[in-house]
């Protein structure tokens, strides 16, 4: 077991960073699989249950099954598996595609679960530490306090939306895109306000006052976090270039 | 069972059976709740803060679960019921209408969910201007929802509401954000819809609002009805 408490975020950023970066870079499904599977390794020593993952992220689940659908029907070339006359509906390519596409996000969202491990003040720190500007810093940190909050507010539009007395199951299927696309006015209306109402909050607390910040927080690394950095540092850079090469 | 005032029996529109619910695991809010709201009736929920009154409301419309018990919703078990069944029967008028507002423009907020049901261009925007006008909202027609006022707002969700026509209304504080002027205007939609023999349930604080429109109060206090009574309007 990794002593999670005891990481430094800077290693579990390294982490993510090198296998999201593999992830999106590596086109093989072999080896998509691997990172995949060794994310979900990581995850477990740092004893991250998946199947809350699993639960959180169950909505859009949904939504990337559509995609992946979409891409395998969309995509030209290869061997048809099912088609209707000459017309290839399902290729073999396709359903790599569609496929990839799939892994390729289960290795995004399964890595930045990593950052769940710690909490967002350490990791806005652990990035300053690393020399980023203070205001991008808390730009991230701002980022990843509040996506558990808009995933409550799509949560919420879509049942307000429902009481509305629209059945999901029952919406036609050329007027489902519509009805969806109406789940995103109130969160992104409210994400606007809250970005107002808390860029005047900042502000009224001297955010940017001095040119200078001090911090009650100091993160000290670790020989762990030395290795940790270093090897996530490298797997990434070899397994990009043995890839490409 | 329950009669009118020329003897005829009243139908049960929401039926609460021994309810219990609790929003952590230390702190029990409602305790074997059981409770009877009749159509054609106005219900007055009254209460402190923190007595329940809103989570009675989302509890009634499937928003949270109870943890014991069941709802039955015009006869029907709320559980075989998904969101879209139950909105389409009861009208909620949530205590925060930004919640509830979806398009781009505020004739399009009112006019989708008959876009949705299949009605027909004229038909909509004959609809869709009645409740406009009703609510006094006409000349905000291509005004996004995102940026009116919240007396505005208030008013468009509950002219959304009122568009599809449900059984029954279940108004969260629905006087917050309004003016003497579209108090008035509110208690005469309430009232011509009351006539058309519907039910209404205000959960409120405002009592002098809720008292003009009561024909039944209900106090919860605790998560225990502590006060039930019928009331002559």
């Keep these: 077991m990794i002593p999670n408490s005891k990481l430094d975020p800077r290693s579990k950023l390294s982490m993510v960073m090198s296998l999201s970066g593999m992830g999106v870079l590596i086109n093989d499904i072999r080896i998509m699989i691997g990172i995949l599977f060794i994310t979900i390794i990581i995850l477990k020593l740092l004893k991250v249950s998946i199947l809350k993952i699993l639960r959180k992220f169950k909505r859009i689940l949904y939504m990337i099954v559509v995609l992946v659908i979409v891409q395998s029907i969309f995509f030209k070339g290869g061997n048809p598996i099912i088609a209707v006359g000459s017309v290839a509906i399902i290729s073999d390519m396709g359903l790599q595609k569609a496929a990839a596409f799939a892994l390729r996000i289960g290795i995004v969202i399964a890595s930045a679960s990593i950052l769940t491990t710690s909490s967002y003040r350490d990791i806005v720190q652990g990035l300053v530490q690393w020399k980023m500007p203070y205001e991008i810093a808390f730009m991230v940190s701002v980022a990843i306090r509040f996506l558990p909050t808009f995933m409550e507010e799509f949560k919420d539009a879509s049942v307000a939306l429902q009481l509305r007395g629209v059945d999901f199951e029952k919406i036609p299927v050329k007027k489902k895109l519509t009805v969806y696309s109406y789940l995103f006015f109130p969160v992104v209306s409210n994400a606007i306000l809250k970005a107002q109402e808390l860029s005047i909050a900042m502000e009224t607390r001297a955010f940017r006052a001095y040119p200078f910040r001090t911090s009650y927080l100091i993160l000290k690394i670790k020989p762990l976090d030395y290795i940790i950095i270093a090897v996530s540092f490298f797997t990434a850079v070899a397994g990009i270039t043995l890839y490409y090469t | ?233």
């Design chain 2, 1 to 233: 069972m329950n009669f009118k005032s020329d003897g005829a029996v009243m139908r049960r529109s929401i039926e609460l059976n021994k309810i219990s619910f609790s929003y952590n695991e230390n702190q029990r809010l409602f305790e074997s709740l059981s409770l009877v709201i009749y159509d054609g009736e106005t219900t007055v929920i009254l209460g402190r803060n923190g007595s329940g009154k809103t989570t009675l409301g989302k509890l009634i419309m499937g928003i949270i679960k109870p943890c014991k018990g069941n709802i039955v919703i015009f006869d029907e078990d709320s559980e075989k019921m998904n969101l879209g069944q139950k909105g389409q029967k009861i009208g909620y008028l949530f205590q925060n209408p930004s919640r509830q507002l979806f398009a781009a423009t505020v004739y399009e907020e009112l006019s989708f969910i008959l876009e949705l049901k299949g009605y027909e261009e004229c038909m909509i925007e004959e609809q869709a201007s009645k409740m406009m006008n009703l609510f006094q909202i006409e000349h905000l027609r291509g005004m996004s929802p995102f940026y009116l006022s919240g007396g505005e707002k208030q008013r468009l969700a509950l002219a959304a509401l009122l568009i599809n026509n449900p059984g029954y209304l279940i108004l969260d504080e629905p006087t917050t954000s309004l003016d003497p002027e579209r108090k008035e205007i509110l208690s005469k939609i309430l009232k011509q819809y009351h006539d058309e023999g519907k039910g209404i349930m205000l959960i409120t604080h405002d009592e002098s609002f809720a008292l003009t429109h009561a024909q039944r109060v209900i106090e919860i206090e605790g998560g225990m009805v502590t006060y039930d009574s019928k009331f002559e309007t």
